[in-house]
Protein backbone atom coordinates (compact mmCIF):
# COMPACT_ATOMS: atom_id res chain seq x y z
CA UNK A 1 0.00 0.00 0.00
CA UNK A 2 1.18 3.59 -0.68
CA UNK A 3 1.90 6.22 1.86
CA UNK A 4 3.45 4.37 4.20
CA UNK A 5 7.39 5.15 4.46
CA UNK A 6 9.86 4.42 6.82
CA UNK A 7 12.51 7.89 7.96
CA UNK A 8 15.51 8.45 9.99
CA UNK A 9 14.77 11.41 11.88
CA UNK A 10 17.18 13.86 14.67
CA UNK A 11 14.91 13.93 17.27
CA UNK A 12 15.20 16.52 20.25
CA UNK A 13 12.78 15.76 22.63
CA UNK A 14 12.28 18.19 26.09
CA UNK A 15 11.86 16.28 29.28
CA UNK A 16 10.78 17.62 32.85
CA UNK A 17 14.08 18.03 35.29
CA UNK A 18 11.70 15.72 37.53
CA UNK A 19 12.04 12.82 35.20
CA UNK A 20 15.93 12.47 35.27
CA UNK A 21 16.67 9.57 37.07
CA UNK A 22 14.35 7.75 34.59
CA UNK A 23 14.92 9.69 31.46
CA UNK A 24 14.31 6.81 28.84
CA UNK A 25 10.92 6.21 29.99
CA UNK A 26 10.29 10.06 29.95
CA UNK A 27 11.69 10.47 26.48
CA UNK A 28 9.22 6.72 25.44
CA UNK A 29 6.12 8.61 26.96
CA UNK A 30 6.97 11.82 24.75
CA UNK A 31 7.16 10.46 21.65
CA UNK A 32 4.53 8.04 22.72
CA UNK A 33 1.93 11.44 22.95
CA UNK A 34 2.92 11.94 18.83
CA UNK A 35 1.46 8.33 17.86
CA UNK A 36 -1.37 8.10 15.43
CA UNK A 37 -1.79 12.28 15.04
CA UNK A 38 -0.71 14.35 12.45
CA UNK A 39 2.45 16.12 12.71
CA UNK A 40 3.71 18.80 10.51
CA UNK A 41 7.32 17.92 11.21
CA UNK A 42 6.82 14.53 9.47
CA UNK A 43 4.45 15.44 6.66
CA UNK A 44 2.15 12.76 8.43
CA UNK A 45 0.95 10.71 11.11
CA UNK A 46 3.18 9.01 13.02
CA UNK A 47 2.28 5.04 13.56
CA UNK A 48 5.69 3.52 15.19
CA UNK A 49 9.46 4.59 16.15
CA UNK A 50 12.11 2.90 16.85
CA UNK A 51 14.52 4.69 18.96
CA UNK A 52 18.20 3.93 21.20
CA UNK A 53 18.22 5.28 24.77
CA UNK A 54 20.28 8.02 24.65
CA UNK A 55 24.02 7.76 26.66
CA UNK A 56 23.82 11.36 27.93
CA UNK A 57 21.70 12.61 30.03
CA UNK A 58 21.03 15.63 27.93
CA UNK A 59 21.48 19.27 28.44
CA UNK A 60 19.29 21.38 30.98
CA UNK A 61 17.68 24.68 29.47
CA UNK A 62 17.42 27.24 31.68
CA UNK A 63 14.25 29.58 32.07
CA UNK A 64 11.20 30.14 33.93
CA UNK A 65 10.13 26.43 33.18
CA UNK A 66 13.14 24.54 33.01
CA UNK A 67 13.27 21.21 30.26
CA UNK A 68 15.86 18.61 29.82
CA UNK A 69 16.74 18.21 25.83
CA UNK A 70 17.40 15.23 24.67
CA UNK A 71 19.18 14.56 20.89
CA UNK A 72 18.06 11.30 19.56
CA UNK A 73 18.34 9.01 16.10
CA UNK A 74 15.14 7.44 15.34
CA UNK A 75 13.40 5.33 12.67
CA UNK A 76 9.70 6.41 12.42
CA UNK A 77 6.88 4.82 10.33
CA UNK A 78 4.87 7.67 8.81
CA UNK A 79 0.89 7.22 7.40
CA UNK A 80 1.24 10.47 4.65
CA UNK A 81 -1.43 9.89 2.13
CA UNK A 82 -1.17 12.45 -1.10
CA UNK A 83 -3.74 12.76 -3.66
CA UNK A 84 -3.90 9.89 -6.39
CA UNK A 85 -1.98 7.81 -3.94
CA UNK A 86 -3.91 3.89 -3.70
CA UNK A 87 -4.73 2.66 -0.24
CA UNK A 88 -6.48 -0.37 1.23
CA UNK A 89 -8.65 -0.32 3.81
CA UNK A 90 -11.61 -2.35 5.06
CA UNK A 91 -15.51 -1.47 4.44
CA UNK A 92 -17.70 -0.86 7.59
CA UNK A 93 -20.64 0.66 6.07
CA UNK A 94 -22.28 0.51 2.41
CA UNK A 95 -25.27 2.76 1.52
CA UNK A 96 -26.58 3.79 -1.78
CA UNK A 97 -25.09 7.36 -1.30
CA UNK A 98 -21.45 6.20 -0.02
CA UNK A 99 -19.03 3.73 0.94
CA UNK A 100 -17.25 3.96 4.74
CA UNK A 101 -13.69 2.76 4.90
CA UNK A 102 -11.47 2.41 8.28
CA UNK A 103 -7.74 2.17 6.87
CA UNK A 104 -5.03 0.98 8.92
CA UNK A 105 -7.55 0.62 12.34
CA UNK A 106 -7.40 4.33 12.66
CA UNK A 107 -8.31 6.37 9.92
CA UNK A 108 -11.74 6.62 8.33
CA UNK A 109 -12.50 7.40 4.58
CA UNK A 110 -15.65 8.14 2.71
CA UNK A 111 -16.37 7.23 -1.59
CA UNK A 112 -19.33 9.05 -2.11
CA UNK A 113 -21.48 7.93 -4.92
CA UNK A 114 -20.27 10.29 -7.23
CA UNK A 115 -16.80 8.79 -7.25
CA UNK A 116 -17.62 5.02 -7.96
CA UNK A 117 -17.70 4.00 -11.22
CA UNK A 118 -21.08 3.25 -13.40
CA UNK A 119 -19.65 -0.26 -13.54
CA UNK A 120 -20.49 -0.39 -9.83
CA UNK A 121 -24.36 -1.13 -9.31
CA UNK A 122 -25.76 -0.63 -5.63
CA UNK A 123 -27.91 -3.25 -4.27
CA UNK A 124 -29.66 -4.92 -1.18
CA UNK A 125 -29.72 -8.61 -0.13
CA UNK A 126 -30.78 -9.70 3.18
CA UNK A 127 -31.18 -6.37 4.08
CA UNK A 128 -27.53 -5.30 3.73
CA UNK A 129 -26.11 -3.13 1.06
CA UNK A 130 -23.87 -3.98 -1.59
CA UNK A 131 -22.21 -3.01 -4.24
CA UNK A 132 -22.22 -5.09 -7.42
CA UNK A 133 -19.76 -5.20 -10.20
CA UNK A 134 -22.18 -5.47 -13.56
CA UNK A 135 -19.41 -7.54 -15.46
CA UNK A 136 -18.12 -9.51 -12.88
CA UNK A 137 -20.64 -10.24 -10.53
CA UNK A 138 -18.30 -12.11 -7.89
CA UNK A 139 -16.64 -8.28 -7.93
CA UNK A 140 -18.81 -6.85 -4.52
CA UNK A 141 -18.18 -4.72 -2.27
CA UNK A 142 -19.80 -4.91 1.20
CA UNK A 143 -19.65 -4.34 4.94
CA UNK A 144 -16.12 -6.76 5.47
CA UNK A 145 -14.57 -6.23 2.20
CA UNK A 146 -10.98 -5.01 1.89
CA UNK A 147 -11.01 -2.76 -0.89
CA UNK A 148 -8.40 -0.59 -2.65
CA UNK A 149 -9.06 2.86 -3.49
CA UNK A 150 -7.42 6.18 -4.67
CA UNK A 151 -7.11 9.27 -2.45
CA UNK A 152 -8.47 12.46 -3.52
CA UNK A 153 -7.86 14.32 -0.57
CA UNK A 154 -7.14 14.30 3.54
CA UNK A 155 -8.31 16.00 6.29
CA UNK A 156 -5.04 16.69 8.54
CA UNK A 157 -7.20 17.72 11.54
CA UNK A 158 -9.52 14.63 11.93
CA UNK A 159 -7.31 12.23 9.60
CA UNK A 160 -10.77 11.73 7.68
CA UNK A 161 -9.79 10.57 3.70
CA UNK A 162 -11.52 11.53 0.76
CA UNK A 163 -11.61 8.55 -1.54
CA UNK A 164 -12.68 7.13 -5.19
CA UNK A 165 -13.36 4.31 -7.33
CA UNK A 166 -13.36 5.42 -10.56
CA UNK A 167 -9.77 4.26 -11.99
CA UNK A 168 -10.34 0.59 -12.83
CA UNK A 169 -7.43 -0.68 -10.55
CA UNK A 170 -9.48 0.20 -7.55
CA UNK A 171 -12.24 -2.09 -5.72
CA UNK A 172 -12.16 -5.54 -4.01
CA UNK A 173 -8.82 -6.19 -3.36
CA UNK A 174 -9.29 -9.98 -3.37
CA UNK A 175 -10.98 -9.73 -7.42
CA UNK A 176 -7.82 -7.43 -8.34
CA UNK A 177 -5.07 -9.79 -6.98
CA UNK A 178 -6.62 -12.63 -8.94
CA UNK A 179 -7.53 -10.59 -11.80
CA UNK A 180 -3.65 -9.35 -11.75
CA UNK A 181 -2.31 -12.76 -11.11
CA UNK A 182 -4.41 -14.54 -14.09
CA UNK A 183 -2.97 -11.78 -15.91
CA UNK A 184 0.26 -12.35 -15.01
CA UNK A 185 0.06 -16.22 -15.97
CA UNK A 186 -1.08 -15.39 -19.44
CA UNK A 187 1.70 -13.20 -20.21
CA UNK A 188 4.44 -15.30 -19.26
CA UNK A 189 5.29 -17.71 -22.35
CA UNK A 190 6.84 -20.78 -21.93
CA UNK A 191 9.00 -22.14 -24.41
CA UNK A 192 9.68 -25.46 -24.84
CA UNK A 193 12.78 -26.76 -27.01
CA UNK A 194 12.75 -30.66 -27.00
CA UNK A 195 15.88 -31.95 -27.25
CA UNK A 196 17.48 -33.23 -30.48
CA UNK A 197 17.36 -36.79 -31.41
CA UNK A 198 20.17 -38.13 -33.61
CA UNK A 199 18.72 -39.32 -36.68
CA UNK A 200 19.39 -43.36 -37.31
CA UNK A 201 20.02 -44.16 -40.70
CA UNK A 202 19.41 -47.66 -41.40
CA UNK A 203 20.66 -49.21 -44.18
CA UNK A 204 19.58 -52.81 -45.31
CA UNK A 205 21.21 -55.24 -46.92
CA UNK A 206 21.16 -54.72 -50.46
CA UNK A 207 21.68 -57.10 -53.21
CA UNK A 208 23.59 -56.02 -56.69
CA UNK A 209 23.16 -58.53 -59.53
CA UNK A 210 25.16 -57.35 -62.24
CA UNK A 211 26.01 -59.12 -65.21
CA UNK A 212 29.90 -59.88 -66.56
CA UNK A 213 32.18 -62.79 -66.85
CA UNK A 214 31.44 -64.94 -63.52
CA UNK A 215 34.35 -66.13 -61.66
CA UNK A 216 34.09 -69.39 -59.63
CA UNK A 217 36.25 -69.68 -56.87
CA UNK A 218 35.66 -73.01 -56.63
CA UNK A 219 37.19 -74.23 -60.04
CA UNK A 220 39.71 -71.75 -59.81
CA UNK A 221 39.23 -70.36 -63.43
CA UNK A 222 36.84 -68.63 -65.39
CA UNK A 223 33.84 -69.80 -66.92
CA UNK A 224 33.56 -68.18 -70.42
CA UNK A 225 29.98 -70.32 -70.66
CA UNK A 226 28.79 -67.99 -67.97
CA UNK A 227 28.28 -64.85 -69.37
CA UNK A 228 27.37 -62.76 -65.38
CA UNK A 229 28.21 -62.65 -62.37
CA UNK A 230 26.34 -62.16 -59.43
CA UNK A 231 28.04 -60.13 -56.27
CA UNK A 232 26.08 -59.64 -52.74
CA UNK A 233 27.08 -56.31 -51.37
CA UNK A 234 26.13 -56.62 -47.46
CA UNK A 235 26.49 -52.72 -46.19
CA UNK A 236 25.35 -51.90 -42.01
CA UNK A 237 26.38 -48.63 -41.26
CA UNK A 238 25.14 -46.94 -37.76
CA UNK A 239 25.32 -43.17 -37.28
Known sequence: MEGLSVVQANLK?????????NLSSAIFRELSALLFKYDDAFDGVLLAYNVHAPENKGRIL?????????R???????????????????VVKVTEESIHVIVLGFS???ITDEAIRNEFKYKTKHGQGLYVNRSNRRHLIKAGTMIRFVVK?????TLHIYGSLMPANTGSVKIL??????TNTESVTINSTPKKRRSKEKYEVAQI????NHYDPSQNHY?????HYDREIKKSRRS
Do not use: C, R, W
Open 13 to 21: VYVDPSQSK
Open 153 to 157: SMNEE
Open 62 to 70: PGVHPFIAV
Open 177 to 182: EKFSEH
Open 223 to 227: DPSQN
Open 209 to 212: TEHG
Open 108 to 110: SAI
Open 72 to 90: LEAKLLVFSPKPDMLLEGK
